[in-house]
């Protein structure tokens, strides 16, 4: 029988995983904010072609996580991740492997599986360092997007990697994640939308005092 993966030691936290939220000109300042405020991951998510200004807000987000010393994800870019040093986040049908060979060994790898148990058995056996499952409620940032059961939280914990959940969570709504075993919520509008994103990160973290 093929060993269960370990937890990465930089994932072993849990907390609010903040998610940008495209081009921004306070980006670099907001995302101190939210770092400040308690922040425990951070992802770069820019699907645009400006390639210079990606390249410079990765490098400046980059270090801005290494001073926080939290991890820094950059979103389906895999070169740009090298480049910066960073982790990467995958769709489920990406190769894992290929990713690896640019990120190195250290750094984190997830994956998105949606509500598939089955993909993120997948992942975790090609070297994932963490699954996302997602969305669990109606998000503003992928309105289409299907929607995924607590219950895939909890049969995810066998597979010995962290788990992450996405999608429409909330401060009202997020604790119910918690509670089915995402060691991560991945929250996009509720803390980079709001009017103090510091303080809604803060709140976030508090969702996870007393639960280490």
Same mark, same amino acid.
């Given at each position: 029988?093929? +060993?269960?993966?370990? $937890?990465?030691?930089?994932?072993? &936290?849990?907390?609010?995983?903040?998610?940008?939220?495209?081009?921004?000109?306070?980006?670099?300042?907001?995302?101190?904010?939210?770092?400040?405020?308690?922040?425990?991951?951070?992802?770069?998510?820019?699907?645009?072609? *400006?390639?210079?200004?990606?390249?410079?807000?990765?490098?400046?987000?980059? +270090?801005?996580?290494?001073?926080?010393?939290?991890?820094?994800?950059?979103?389906?870019?895999?070169?740009?991740?090298?480049?910066?040093?960073?982790?990467?986040?995958? *769709?489920?049908?990406?190769?894992?492997?290929?990713?690896?060979? !640019?990120?190195?060994?250290?750094?984190? $790898?997830?994956?998105?599986?949606? *509500?598939?148990?089955?993909?993120? &058995?997948?992942?975790?056996?090609?070297?994932?360092?963490?699954?996302?499952?997602?969305?669990?409620?109606?998000?503003?940032?992928?309105?289409?997007?299907? &929607?995924?059961?607590?219950?895939?939280?909890?049969?995810? +914990?066998?597979?010995?990697?962290?788990?992450?959940?996405?999608?429409?969570?909330?401060?009202?709504?997020?604790?119910?994640? $918690? *509670?089915?075993?995402?060691?991560?919520?991945?929250?996009?509008?509720?803390?980079?939308?709001?009017?103090?994103?510091?303080? +809604?990160?803060?709140?976030?973290?508090?969702?996870?005092?007393?639960? !280490?």
């Amino acid at each position: 029988m093929p +060993a269960v993966p370990s $937890i990465h030691p930089a994932l072993r &936290r849990g907390g609010l995983y903040a998610l940008t939220d495209g081009p921004r000109p306070d980006l670099v300042e907001v995302c101190e904010h939210v770092l400040h405020g308690g922040a425990t991951m951070l992802q770069y998510r820019d699907e645009t072609t *400006d390639d210079p200004r990606r390249l410079s807000e990765a490098q400046a987000l980059a +270090a801005l996580c290494r001073r926080y010393q939290v991890p820094f994800i950059v979103y389906g870019d895999i070169a740009l991740a090298a480049a910066v040093e960073a982790g990467v986040h995958l *769709d489920f049908e990406s190769d894992v492997a290929e990713a690896r060979d !640019a990120v190195g060994p250290g750094a984190i $790898i997830g994956v998105s599986c949606h *509500d598939s148990i089955e993909h993120a &058995r997948t992942a975790a056996a090609a070297g994932a360092d963490y699954v996302s499952f997602g969305a669990f409620f109606p998000s503003p940032t992928k309105p289409h997007a299907g &929607r995924a059961r607590p219950e895939t939280l909890r049969q995810a +914990a066998a597979l010995g990697v962290a788990r992450v959940a996405i999608g429409g969570i909330t401060l009202d709504n997020g604790i119910s994640l $918690i *509670d089915a075993g995402a060691q991560y919520l991945a929250v996009v509008s509720a803390v980079f939308s709001a009017d103090h994103p510091e303080k +809604a990160a803060h709140d976030f973290a508090a969702l996870f005092e007393g639960l !280490a």
